[in-house]
């Protein structure tokens, strides 16, 4: 991802650490007030991001956040999920879809991850395993690294 696709955001200190993960997910009634809302709520709602940067500015009083922030440079992070093997092709361009999951399936997270957009168009970066992943309903998928194409 190039320079220009990341954003400085504010998060909780406890969390404002190099190569750390994390899904935005979007205000709460606690952000209304708050004078630097505009600086935490920059981000898209749903997306998985990675801190890219810790900056070495201060600490700012959190109403959420264990009672302080701290800025931070993003950038959109890969996503790992499931897709149908036969289209698990590294380098190909993908309209994402969650798989229907039991939540009882050790697969679960891979099926439904956190951080993919529905509908979104993704670029496979990496196929993890070239066999199938155990699936109980039958379906033949393969665990995929996901990049936006934003």
């Known amino acids: 991802m190039q320079k220009k696709d990341r954003a400085i955001t504010l998060i909780g200190k406890r ?7 994390f899904v935005y997910r979007g205000p709460t009634d ?11 709520l920059n981000l898209e709602e749903g997306r998985r991001y990675r801190v890219v940067s810790v900056r070495r500015s201060a600490e700012h009083d959190c ?3 264990d009672g302080s922030v701290r800025a931070v440079e993003v950038e959109l992070a890969p996503v790992l999920a ?11 361009t993908v309209i ?3 798989v229907e999951c039991n939540e009882d399936c050790e697969n ?3 099926c439904t991850p956190l951080g993919a ?3 979104h168009k993704y670029v496979i970066t990496r196929v993890l395993q070239n066999s199938p992943i155990s699936c109980p ?3 033949s998928l393969k665990p995929v690294e996901l990049q936006t194409e934003d």
């Open 82 to 92: 499931a897709l149908e093997a036969k289209k698990a092709i590294k380098g190909s």
């Open 63 to 65: 109403l959420l956040h």
């Open 30 to 40: 606690e952000c209304e007030p708050c004078k630097l809302h505009k600086s935490c």
């Open 117 to 119: 957009v529905d509908r």
């Open 15 to 21: 969390i404002a650490e190099k190569d750390v993960e």
């Open 108 to 110: 679960a997270d891979l």
């Open 96 to 98: 994402y879809r969650p």
């Open 137 to 139: 309903r039958g379906l």
